[in-house]
């Protein structure tokens, strides 16, 4: 479960990242993404719950994740 929650994050982290290459002015672009299109990408069909503990680990596996990816997008300019 948790796998497969981690998977779903980081598909979603890649699609705003899209986004966000796509154009300037991301906020409203991606509001409305998460608003009308996340469910759909991420095929959920019920309530999502997620403990504390399982989420402290999200958040820090893609926040090490995502520093990289900046650090490597930095160094190419």
């Known amino acids: 479960m ?3 929650l981690v998977c779903q994050i980081r598909q979603l982290r890649e699609s705003l990242d ?3 290459c796509a ?3 991301v906020l409203f672009t991606w509001i409305n993404f998460l608003q009308n299109d996340v469910v759909a990408l991420l095929s959920i069909s019920s309530p999502l ?3 504390a503990d399982g989420l402290a680990a999200i958040i820090d596996h893609d ?3 995502y520093k990289q990816v900046l650090i490597t997008r930095q160094s190419a300019y």
């Open 2 to 4: 948790a796998r497969a």
């Open 18 to 20: 899209e986004l966000w």
């Open 23 to 25: 154009g300037d002015v």
């Open 49 to 51: 719950s997620v403990s």
């Open 63 to 65: 926040a090490a994740v």
